[in-house]
């Protein structure tokens, strides 16, 4: 066996699987967090009207309906991204972080 598989072994690292790229890892995070904001800007927006929306909150500004959709949506996405991102912290092996004791 490989020199590393060895060390990883005697590591107690022998089940961790191997690091990700950053752009698989950032996919993994980003991708689901979209299509969960896509579905609640939608399903939100099927009950709340984005202008009576801003009349209610913001009266002053003059937001679009389209300018409505477009803050919602990346509202959504920041927080579903929150979410993914925790869980994927959450997710990680233990070892990753972990020193080692001597």
């Known amino acids: 066996m490989s020199e590393s598989h060895d060390m990883r072994v005697a590591s107690g690292r022998a089940s961790d699987p191997p690091p990700r790229p950053l752009a698989q ?3 993994a995070i980003l991708w689901p967090s979209f299509f969960s904001a896509a ?6 927006f099927i009950f709340v009207d984005p202008l009576t929306l801003r009349d209610i909150t913001f009266p002053e500004m003059d937001i679009s309906r389209h300018g409505g959709y477009t803050i919602a949506f990346f509202l959504f996405w920041s927080a579903t991204a929150s979410s993914s991102l925790f869980t994927w912290i959450l997710l990680r092996p233990s ?3 972990r ?3 001597r």
């Open 25 to 27: 890892r950032l996919g």
């Open 39 to 44: 579905v609640a800007t939608v399903v939100f």
């Open 99 to 101: 020193r080692q004791r």
């Open 95 to 97: 070892s990753r972080f």
